[in-house]
């Protein structure tokens, strides 16, 4: 069974550019969630996907972020435009826990995308 | 969600077993204990995850003492490619999870 797949594995923009990230996740998995570690910082939550539904977006830094996931298959994010400080490591999960289940806990990650920014 | 505290490098050989131990001291009544595991140009893996006592898989042994503040994540006789990123997170297990990351302990195994 392919895991969670994410494209590209790295991109280097200008400022001022957009960049597009997609996520694949698991087939079946419900739940979708972007990750991020920008340089020298911790692994900080994005926001969360049930479905085609953004169930909490709070980690979102700002307005030049945007999420979508349109058929509840795979995700975009997308950065427009695009700062010096959103260099950084982008990861998706996905996991099949819902409000009525009672999962093992375990997020499977991709092996993130990798954005720099000049 | 409940802040873990845990050391930020360590150093084994291989062959030995090496325990990382992790502090959450205001864990709440309804968390778990997880842990991760991250190679370099990868995304975190799941290892285990308890409520307390002890749980053990195929890869490590998760120890939690009765008072759920401190946890140990043991892994038996390392070899070199344990070297990575040991996360230890804790959060609700059901619903809708927000993990939570902090520093993460660096395991080097060295020859």
């Known amino acids: 069974e392919a895991g969670v797949t994410q494209f590209p594995s790295h991109s280097v923009i200008e400022k001022g550019q957009t960049v597009t990230l997609r996520c694949d996740p698991i087939?079946?998995?419900?739940?979708l969630y972007w990750y991020r570690r920008v340089m020298g910082k911790e692994i900080k939550f994005l926001l969360h996907?049930?479905?085609?539904?953004?169930?909490?977006e709070s980690g979102m830094p700002n307005n030049r972020f945007l999420a979508e996931r349109t058929g509840g298959t795979y995700s975009t994010l997308k950065v427009q435009p695009a700062e010096l400080e959103d260099s950084g490591v982008y990861f998706c999960?996905?996991?099949?826990?819902?409000?009525?289940?009672?999962?093992?806990?375990?997020?499977?990650f991709g092996e993130g995308s990798r954005l720099t920014v000049l | 969600l409940a802040k873990t505290t845990q050391p930020i490098s360590m150093d084994s050989y291989e062959g030995q077993e090496v325990n990382i131990t992790c502090s959450h001291n205001?864990?709440?009544?309804?968390?778990?204990i997880t842990w991760y595991q991250q190679f370099p140009s990868q995304g975190p893996r799941f290892i285990i995850q308890?409520?307390?006592t002890k749980v053990t898989n195929e890869v490590a042994s998760l120890f939690i003492p009765a008072d759920r503040k401190s946890s140990t994540l043991s892994l038996p006789r390392v070899s070199l490619s344990d070297t990575a990123v040991y996360y230890c997170?804790?959060?609700?297990?059901?619903?809708?999870?927000?993990?939570?990351f902090g520093t993460g302990t660096r395991l080097l195994v060295s020859p």
């Open positions: 999960a996905s996991s099949q826990e819902g409000l009525a289940f009672v999962s093992t806990g375990e997020l499977f």
């Open positions: 087939s079946g998995h419900d739940n």
């Open positions: 996907f049930v479905k085609e539904s953004k169930q909490d």
């Open positions: 205001n864990i709440a009544t309804n968390d778990y």
């Open positions: 308890g409520y307390k």
């Open positions: 997170l804790v959060g609700g297990r059901t619903g809708f999870q927000k993990l939570v």
